[in-house]
């Protein structure tokens, strides 16, 4: 059985996602430091999970979706922290020629 999202759904997810928009233009003008990466971060993670959940169908899908749609974000995640561990350990060893 196919859910068939109502036009009232669809258009508060796309009212969200143009808040959300406008809030990552705001939050680019605001001086937030060395918050400002994750507050970015945060934002397009909301807006990434609601395309997914209500454009992408995922809300209403089989349980095989969910478990593929949540091992992509961890491996995405993975990823993420593995860069910016390499990023952090970058010149803790003196290395000859570097």
Same mark, same amino acid.
């Given at each position: 059985?196919?859910?068939?999202?109502?036009?009232?759904?669809?258009?508060?997810v796309?009212?969200?996602?143009?808040?959300?928009?406008? *809030? @990552? /233009?705001?939050?680019?003008?605001?001086? &937030?430091?060395v !918050? =400002?990466?994750?507050?970015?971060?945060?934002? *397009? @993670? /909301?807006?990434?999970?609601?395309?997914v &959940?209500?454009? !992408? =169908?995922?809300?209403?899908?089989?349980?095989?979706?969910?478990i593929?749609?949540?091992?992509s974000? &961890?491996?995405?995640?993975?990823?993420?922290?593995?860069?910016?561990?390499?990023?952090?350990?970058?010149?803790?060893?003196?290395i000859?020629?570097?």
């Amino acid at each position: 059985m196919h859910h068939v999202a109502s036009i009232k759904s669809n258009l508060v997810v796309f009212a969200l996602l143009m808040v959300l928009l406008l *809030a @990552t /233009v705001g939050a680019s003008y605001v001086p &937030l430091g060395v !918050m =400002h990466f994750p507050v970015a971060m945060v934002i *397009a @993670t /909301v807006k990434t999970v609601l395309i997914v &959940l209500f454009f !992408m =169908h995922a809300l209403h899908s089989h349980r095989l979706t969910w478990i593929i749609c949540v091992a992509s974000f &961890l491996w995405l995640l993975l990823m993420i922290v593995f860069t910016i561990i390499d990023f952090l350990s970058r010149g803790w060893l003196d290395i000859l020629g570097k």
